[in-house]
Structures are given as structure tokens and as C-alpha cells.
């Protein structure tokens, strides 16, 4: 009995020892640069997902936070943990935070003999918008990504590429500057302009506060979703009871994309952005923000039907006895109408 103990310890040890973290550690710029790698056993020519900090955090801190190695044994893929200078992250042009995560693909590769075609991104607060600064420079590079409370800037990426963007409504910004963002990826990927609304999400669950806004099949077969939680904080939420495993969503969505099956380069033409066309809530009021001679304006809920609406110019509407939730903003300017979401929390 003793010896077929002491056999199955032998077992366990050899199983726990083929899957293993290991820190990588090499100079880029002159400056020393770490990453905290994370390899399942039985791999082969595996996807690698890159996990970005928020500001004032670390590889290793970031990696005990969100649990994803978990997710990583049980579908065979990397998990990297970059860390920031400093715990930072510089996403301005010409910063070498761009070299150091085109060096750190080039070392997993090196070691591991990864699929390239399956490269994908995510990152909080900070690392949301290094996440949303590598979908601009490099979406030829990385297949999907997933901000998460981050908003980004505008931008012209060489490929539409799909996005999963992820907030609380008592985020670090308001909704509605989340949506500028949602809107921004929307008009990129050349997406419809209405979601398909999913409340509560999961729709199993009925004490979950996310709703999930789909806007999909994008053009090039990419897709924009945004999940929206609410009451949500500034946090990578990890609660399943009221929120989601924003661990587990984010891998859900990154591994129906690769290179291979969304789009190529779709040249250098800019995109239709929604950088002009701004909606915003504040105090029981919409206000719609970068549109001249408006003739008309009006919201929707999300089965289509007309809830409000202003004539004649107005670029407000009085919103203070509707249902928080998800709607559409249309406005028309002669023979043209652009459309907008908008979370009213």
C-alpha cells in the first residue's frame, strides 16, 4: 500500500512538473525587460495570449490576480505576463514598450514554436490601453484583442480586428465614454450599428448585471462586443454569481479568430469612425455632440421601437423617467443618419 502511495505522489509530481512558469528576462533599448511565461504540458505549436497590467502592477502580481493558467492548461495555450517599466506602460509613438512586445513574441516563438496566427492581447486600466494601442500599430500581428476599462484613441489599423471591450458603469470613466470607444471599433470593423442585446448575460444566470451588446458578423468576419456590468467598479471582474469570469469570456472569444480567418490588410483607405459623432448621459439628459444642422433626432431601445425623439434641431432629449439599460441614438442630417449606443446606468 505504502509503495503504491508513494507511486501515485511520483505520478502527481511528474504531471505538476511538466507544466511550469518561468521568467523570461532580456534587454531591449538598453533597459532589462521581464515576462512571467506560463506553458501547459502537452503543447504543440500553441496559441499565446499576452496579459497586460494595469498601472503600479507586475507580470507576477497580474498572473495570481486573474487566474487564467487554469484556463491555459485546460486549452493548451500560453499565458504571458509582460510587466511595464516601472509597472507602467508607454503607448505613446515611438515608445519601446512596441519593441519589447515584438522581442517578447519573437523569444516565446524561439523557445516554444508558437502558432503566429493565433496571437491575441487583453490588458486592464493601463494595460487596456496598451491592449487598444497594439490593435492600432500591429493587427496584422494579433488576431483579436480585449481591452478591459480602457476607451483608447482613434486610430487606422492596417486590418479590421475583432475586439472585446469590457466595463462597469462606476468605472474609472462614464459609460458613455466606453461607447465612444465601442462605436469607434464598430465603424472600423464595419459593423451594423444596432447589437444584438443580451440581458442578463449570460442569459442563464438571472442575477448576472452584465449585459452584452454583439455587433456581428463584422466585415472581414471580425466582431465587436462589449460587455457592460452594472454597478461595476474599475476591476478585471472575476465574481460569476453577479458578474462574469472575465478570464474565461476573454478566451472564449479569442479562440474563434486567427490571422488565417478574419481579414487581411485592407489598405490604407481610413476607416468610418464615430470620432465626430458623440453621445453622451449626464443628469437625466442625452446630448449628442459633433453633428451640425441637425434635423432630426431620435433613441431607441434595442426591439427598434422609438422612445424619444427631437425635432428641429434640438441636440438633447430629456431622458430622466426611462429604464436604465441599452439604447440606440439615431440622427439625421438631410439624406444622412449615423447611429450610436448609449448605456444609461
Known amino acids: 500500500m505504502k509503495y503504491r502511495l508513494y507511486a501515485l505522489v511520483l505520478l502527481v509530481?511528474?504531471?505538476?512538473?511538466?507544466?511550469?512558469?518561468?521568467?523570461?528576462?532580456?534587454?531591449?533599448?538598453g533597459k532589462v525587460r521581464n515576462c512571467v511565461v506560463y506553458v501547459p504540458v502537452g503543447i504543440s505549436k500553441p496559441a499565446v495570449v499576452f496579459f497586460l497590467h494595469g498601472a503600479g502592477g507586475s507580470g507576477a502580481s497580474f498572473k495570481n490576480d486573474i487566474k487564467a493558467d487554469v484556463i491555459a492548461d485546460r486549452e493548451k495555450f500560453i499565458a504571458a505576463y509582460p510587466s511595464g517599466i516601472g509597472g507602467n506602460w508607454n503607448y505613446n509613438d515611438g515608445s519601446d514598450d512596441f519593441s519589447f512586445m515584438m522581442a517578447l513574441i519573437d523569444t516565446i516563438d524561439?523557445?516554444?514554436?508558437?502558432?503566429?496566427?493565433?496571437?491575441?492581447?487583453?490588458?486592464?486600466?493601463?494595460?487596456?490601453?496598451?491592449?487598444?494601442?497594439?490593435?492600432?500599430?500591429?493587427?496584422?500581428?494579433?488576431?483579436?484583442?480585449?481591452?478591459?476599462?480602457?476607451?483608447?484613441?482613434?486610430?487606422?489599423?492596417k486590418r479590421r480586428i475583432p475586439v472585446l471591450l469590457t466595463f462597469g458603469?462606476?468605472?474609472?470613466?462614464?459609460?458613455?465614454?466606453?461607447?465612444?470607444?465601442?462605436?469607434?471599433?464598430?465603424?472600423?470593423?464595419?459593423c451594423a450599428s444596432t447589437p444584438n442585446v443580451t440581458r442578463p448575460y449570460p442569459a442563464t444566470n438571472a442575477q448576472s448585471k452584465v449585459t452584452r451588446l454583439s455587433y456581428g458578423p463584422c466585415a472581414d468576419g471580425t466582431e465587436v462586443i462589449a460587455d457592460s456590468i452594472q454597478g461595476g467598479p474599475h476591476e478585471w471582474p472575476m465574481d460569476t454569481r453577479t458578474k462574469i469570469n472575465n478570464s474565461e469570456e476573454v478566451w472564449a472569444f479569442f479562440k474563434r479568430f486567427s490571422l488565417g480567418k478574419t481579414a487581411a490588410a485592407h489598405g490604407t483607405t481610413a476607416p468610418v469612425t464615430f470620432d465626430n459623432f458623440t453621445v453622451t448621459y449626464s443628469s437625466g439628459v442625452i446630448y449628442l455632440y459633433g453633428i451640425n444642422n441637425l434635423s432630426k433626432m431620435r433613441v431607441l431601445d434595442t426591439k427598434g421601437k422609438v422612445v424619444a425623439m427631437a425635432d428641429g434641431g434640438q441636440s438633447s432629449i430629456l431622458f430622466s423617467n426611462k429604464s436604465r439599460g441599452v439604447y440606440i441614438v439615431d440622427a439625421s442630417v438631410k439624406d444622412k443618419s449615423f447611429s450610436s449606443t448609449i448605456v444609461i446606468p
Open 13 to 29: 509530481s511528474a504531471m505538476l512538473m511538466q507544466c511550469f512558469a518561468e521568467v523570461l528576462n532580456f534587454q531591449v533599448a
Open 110 to 157: 524561439s523557445r516554444y514554436h508558437i502558432d503566429r496566427n493565433r496571437l491575441y492581447v487583453t490588458g486592464f486600466s493601463m494595460g487596456g490601453g496598451m491592449t487598444f494601442a497594439l490593435a492600432c500599430k500591429y493587427s496584422d500581428v494579433f488576431a483579436a484583442v480585449a481591452p478591459v476599462s480602457a476607451a483608447g484613441s482613434a486610430c487606422t489599423p
Open 169 to 190: 458603469t462606476k468605472d474609472m470613466y462614464t459609460p458613455d465614454k466606453y461607447m465612444v470607444a465601442v462605436n469607434r471599433w464598430v465603424g472600423i470593423d464595419g
